[in-house]
């Protein structure tokens, strides 16, 4: 190991290879601190090249490589397992923004850039980067797009894979593709920059990317809606969609419940209702043309919506700072139900049309298995992706009814299935779900994934013990 170690510091230098405890410490815990792994050293090139030679040295040593970014991953896909055998490739060194062109409407960037400092330079430029997440001031883009990362504005701009042209990735072996095309159209064979998305660093790593800008809107506006049941925020949102179009740029669902632990838990944020209401969704619209003309369609839609009875209250944010404040009241829900006490988590996307049924089925057969449970029911409703957590009952710690995480794992998981849904719907599989998966592919989807693997790193060095 000391000659591993003495020829990765001849490469990127002694000072980012940090082996004590206290150095390597912040790259071993995954962010929800449910676990430490061990490594050997965690390894901090400055560059392309710096890391595929880190790569080659690993291969030549058969040392597990465990790529990471900034490490705000939630099913430990960046963490080593406990054998220390492995060494952490931290990506996050790799932080210069390449090149911005308006004109084709791109930016390329490198995998360690933190993706708010690339919405900044976007709109440096004049444009808009779309991909917007909690974790925005932390993650880094190739965290993003090895996760193939959503958040809150899938539904107009799509998923991370729908932003990305191009990729530079460093393979298992050491080598360096340069996939850095910002083509829109591109029919040249596999697709491999599609093959590296979402692949959770078990195929290479990618090192550099070119994204899409947008135009930036003229206006951003919010409005909040408070309702009865989820079939009713589906009917809002045809609704919105049919009068607002590609307008619409997030439909989030929070259950009356959500609010409640919010408000527990900060007692000073407050929903503008006289009254509680069993469901509310945020809507936001981004307007090229004006303020005023958002305005008119939001009120248009609510007014319409209204009639209907669709929905029993609302209120139309009138300037940023309370469309921030309603958004703000949105990001505080992981916080209070955080602040309620550890809860078992579920990430899920079901096809939009039948998510009413989902939430009455799954709630009904949980009631039924472990009575008391609380769902903390809220996400990406224009996604069809819900963040279905579930809190302990009132009368048991969370503690004991963690213990009872993988038969609530089955009710929710297995419902999910039988609605046609997914059980991972942004936060991928790493190490939390790679045995709950099986229960899910075909045997054909699993063998085709083993096989391009296989082909990739035949040596099993990248990432091992992650997805598959
Ligand atoms: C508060 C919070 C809110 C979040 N909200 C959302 C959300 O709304 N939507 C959503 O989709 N996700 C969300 N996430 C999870 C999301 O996956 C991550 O925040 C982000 O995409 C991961 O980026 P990272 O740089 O932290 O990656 P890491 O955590 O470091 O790594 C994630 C995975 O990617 C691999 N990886 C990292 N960098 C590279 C690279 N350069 N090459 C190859 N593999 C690599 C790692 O090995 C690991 O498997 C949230 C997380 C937090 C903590």
């Given at each position: 190991?000391?000659?591993f170690?003495?020829?990765?510091?001849s490469?990127i230098?002694a000072t980012?290879?940090?082996t004590?405890?206290?150095?390597?410490?912040?790259y071993?815990?995954d962010?929800?601190?449910?676990?430490t792994?061990k490594?050997?050293?965690?390894?901090?090139?400055?560059?392309?090249?710096e890391?595929?030679?880190l790569?080659?040295?690993?291969n030549?040593?058969?040392?597990?490589?465990v790529?990471?970014?900034g490490?705000?991953?939630?099913?430990?896909?960046?963490?080593?397992?406990?054998s220390?055998?492995a060494?952490v490739?931290?990506?996050t060194?790799?932080?210069s923004?390449r090149?911005?062109?308006p004109?084709?409407?791109?930016?390329?960037?490198?995998?360690?850039c933190i993706?708010?400092?690339i919405q900044t330079?976007?709109s440096d430029a004049?444009?808009?980067?779309?991909?917007?997440?909690?974790?925005e001031?932390s993650?880094?883009?190739?965290?993003?797009?090895?996760?193939n990362a959503g958040?809150?504005?899938?539904?107009?701009?799509?998923?991370t894979?729908?932003?990305?042209?191009?990729?530079?990735?460093?393979?298992?072996?050491?080598?360096?593709w340069?996939?850095?095309?910002?083509?829109?159209?591109?029919n040249?064979?596999y697709d491999?920059?599609?093959?590296?998305?979402?692949?959770?660093?078990t195929?290479?790593?990618?090192?550099?990317?070119?994204?899409k800008?947008?135009?930036?809107p003229k206006?951003?506006?919010t409005a909040l809606a408070a309702l009865?049941?989820?079939?009713?925020a589906l009917?809002?949102l045809s609704?919105t969609?049919?009068?607002?179009?590609?307008?619409l740029t997030?439909?989030?669902?929070?259950s009356g419940?959500?609010?409640k632990l919010?408000n527990?838990?900060?007692?000073s944020m407050?929903?503008?209702?006289a009254?509680?209401?069993?469901?509310?969704?945020?809507?936001?619209?981004?307007?090229?043309?004006s303020?005023?003309h958002?305005q008119?369609?939001?009120?248009?839609?609510?007014s319409?919506?209204?009639?209907?009875?669709?929905i029993?209250d609302a209120?139309v944010?009138?300037?940023?700072?309370q469309?921030?404040?309603?958004?703000?009241f949105r990001?505080?829900?992981p916080?209070?139900?955080a602040?309620?006490?550890?809860?078992?988590k579920?990430?899920?996307s079901?096809?939009?049309s039948?998510?009413g049924?989902?939430?009455r089925?799954?709630?009904a057969l949980?009631?039924?298995?472990f009575?008391?449970a609380r769902?903390?029911t809220?996400?990406h409703?224009?996604?069809?992706?819900?963040h279905?957590?579930?809190?302990?009952p009132?009368?048991e710690?969370d503690?004991s009814?963690?213990?009872?995480q993988t038969?609530?794992?089955?009710?929710?998981?297995?419902?999910v299935?039988?609605h046609g849904?997914?059980?991972?719907?942004?936060?991928?599989i790493?190490?939390?779900?790679?045995?709950?998966?099986?229960?899910y592919?075909s045997d054909?989807?699993m063998?085709l994934?083993r096989?391009?693997?296989?082909?990739?790193?035949?040596?099993?060095?990248?990432n091992?013990?992650?997805?598959?």
């Amino acid at each position: 190991m000391d000659t591993f170690l003495n020829a990765c510091r001849s490469v990127i230098g002694a000072t980012h290879v940090l082996t004590s405890a206290e150095d390597t410490a912040p790259y071993l815990t995954d962010w929800r601190r449910r676990y430490t792994g061990k490594a050997c050293a965690v390894l901090k090139p400055a560059d392309t090249q710096e890391l595929a030679a880190l790569v080659r040295l690993c291969n030549e040593h058969k040392v597990p490589m465990v790529p990471q970014g900034g490490n705000t991953g939630l099913v430990l896909g960046g963490i080593p397992d406990d054998s220390g055998k492995a060494v952490v490739l931290s990506l996050t060194r790799l932080n210069s923004i390449r090149h911005t062109d308006p004109v084709n409407n791109t930016i390329t960037v490198e995998a360690g850039c933190i993706l708010k400092n690339i919405q900044t330079a976007a709109s440096d430029a004049g444009r808009l980067f779309p991909l917007s997440l909690a974790a925005e001031g932390s993650c880094t883009i190739g965290g993003n797009l090895s996760t193939n990362a959503g958040g809150t504005a899938v539904l107009r701009y799509g998923n991370t894979r729908e932003l990305c042209l191009g990729l530079e990735v460093v393979t298992p072996q050491g080598d360096i593709w340069n996939g850095l095309r910002g083509l829109r159209k591109d029919n040249t064979g596999y697709d491999l920059r599609d093959l590296y998305i979402g692949a959770e660093g078990t195929l290479g790593l990618i090192t550099a990317a070119v994204l899409k800008l947008f135009p930036q809107p003229k206006a951003q506006l919010t409005a909040l809606a408070a309702l009865r049941t989820p079939d009713d925020a589906l009917r809002l949102l045809s609704l919105t969609q049919s009068y607002c179009v590609s307008s619409l740029t997030g439909f989030e669902l929070m259950s009356g419940f959500c609010i409640k632990l919010v408000n527990q838990h900060f007692p000073s944020m407050r929903l503008p209702f006289a009254e509680e209401h069993a469901q509310y969704v945020l809507l936001e619209l981004s307007d090229n043309e004006s303020e005023e003309h958002a305005q008119a369609m939001l009120e248009h839609v609510i007014s319409a919506a209204l009639q209907q009875d669709l929905i029993q209250d609302a209120i139309v944010a009138r300037s940023i700072a309370q469309s921030q404040a309603i958004w703000d009241f949105r990001e505080h829900i992981p916080l209070a139900q955080a602040a309620e006490g550890k809860n078992i988590k579920h990430d899920v996307s079901i096809p939009i049309s039948h998510i009413g049924d989902f939430i009455r089925t799954t709630d009904a057969l949980l009631q039924h298995s472990f009575p008391g449970a609380r769902m903390v029911t809220f996400g990406h409703l224009g996604d069809g992706n819900l963040h279905y957590n579930v809190a302990h009952p009132e009368q048991e710690t969370d503690q004991s009814f963690l213990k009872k995480q993988t038969a609530v794992n089955r009710v929710v998981h297995d419902s999910v299935h039988q609605h046609g849904g997914s059980i991972s719907a942004e936060h991928g599989i790493g190490a939390l779900k790679r045995t709950e998966i099986l229960r899910y592919k075909s045997d054909v989807e699993m063998q085709l994934m083993r096989s391009i693997k296989r082909a990739l790193d035949p040596l099993n060095l990248m990432n091992p013990g992650k997805l598959l």
